[in-house]
């Protein structure tokens, strides 16, 4: 599934009216210091539903960051949702960051599965494991990337957009997860890396790897 921008995501519209209706509310009937609290809660609720549009990169052959955040993790690993050996690019995001999740491929989907989980800071390593989360796999012109949305320690749900047989583009929003957690992008064990632990990147603009053949 994939829409127009509106700068705010739909996902948010029903957090931001209930926000802002209550802090009318208190700035009438309460005021004072709780009356500015509850606009500080609308404001911090707006720019967490923010979702502002993206320049996609043109190069061939790369993978660009589904997410917005932090760079905390680049290891060899075992994808076990595609059963093969991988490299695994992990974005951990706050709750400052935007949690639009956007494609970072062209290709089709293959396989959607669903985990019931903890829900542990996603800035840990067991959160991959151990955490509520959604792997996405998709085919790529003869090679596959698993997209993972992992919840976190606030964020209690994850939306995803896409099914098995759908095609995806660059950039394309295909899910949200709310309030704070991260995204395990899995590559072919040949790709090769353009970020390291501690960049931010940008969802969709930010070019995280090659794949083999670039």
Same mark, same amino acid.
């Given at each position: 599934?994939?829409?127009?921008?509106?700068?705010?995501?739909?996902?948010?519209?029903?957090?931001?009216?209930?926000?802002?209706?209550?802090?009318?509310?208190?700035?009438?009937? !309460?005021?004072?210091?709780?009356?500015?609290?509850?606009? !500080?809660? !609308?404001?911090?609720?707006?720019?967490?539903?923010?979702?502002?549009?993206?320049?996609?990169?043109?190069?061939?052959?790369?993978?660009?960051?589904?997410?917005?955040?932090?760079?905390?993790?680049?290891?060899?690993?075992?994808?076990?949702?595609?059963?093969?050996?991988?490299?695994?690019?992990?974005?951990?995001?706050?709750?400052?960051?935007?949690?639009?999740?956007?494609?970072?491929?062209?290709?089709?989907?293959?396989?959607?599965?669903?985990?019931?989980?903890?829900?542990?800071?996603?800035? !840990?390593?067991?959160?991959?494991?151990?955490?509520?989360?959604?792997?996405?796999?998709?085919?790529?012109?003869?090679?596959?990337?698993?997209?993972?949305?992992?919840?976190?320690?606030?964020?209690?749900?994850?939306?995803?957009?896409?099914?098995?047989?759908?095609?995806?583009?660059?950039?394309?929003?295909?899910?949200?997860?709310?309030?704070?957690?991260?995204?395990?992008?899995?590559?072919?064990?040949?790709?090769?890396?353009?970020?390291?632990?501690?960049?931010?990147?940008?969802?969709?603009?930010?070019?995280?790897?090659?794949?083999?053949?670039?």
């Amino acid at each position: 599934m994939n829409y127009p921008h509106p700068l705010l995501a739909k996902e948010g519209w029903p957090f931001i009216a209930i926000a802002f209706f209550v802090a009318v509310f208190a700035s009438f009937f !309460l005021g004072g210091l709780l009356a500015f609290l509850c606009w !500080l809660v !609308l404001a911090f609720v707006v720019q967490f539903f923010r979702d502002p549009p993206r320049v996609v990169p043109t190069e061939k052959n790369v993978v660009l960051s589904p997410a917005d955040g932090r760079v905390v993790k680049i290891e060899a690993v075992r994808d076990p949702y595609a059963d093969r050996d991988a490299i695994v690019i992990s974005v951990f995001m706050n709750v400052f960051n935007v949690h639009s999740n956007r494609s970072g491929v062209d290709g089709t989907v293959r396989e959607v599965q669903y985990f019931p989980g903890k829900f542990v800071n996603a800035d !840990l390593d067991k959160a991959s494991t151990e955490n509520e989360r959604n792997a996405v796999v998709i085919d790529v012109g003869g090679h596959t990337v698993t997209l993972v949305q992992v919840a976190g320690l606030i964020a209690r749900r994850i939306l995803c957009y896409v099914q098995p047989g759908d095609t995806v583009a660059r950039g394309q929003r295909y899910g949200f997860i709310r309030f704070g957690s991260r995204v395990d992008v899995y590559l072919p064990a040949d790709a090769t890396p353009h970020v390291a632990p501690g960049d931010k990147v940008s969802a969709t603009s930010t070019i995280l790897a090659s794949l083999p053949g670039a």
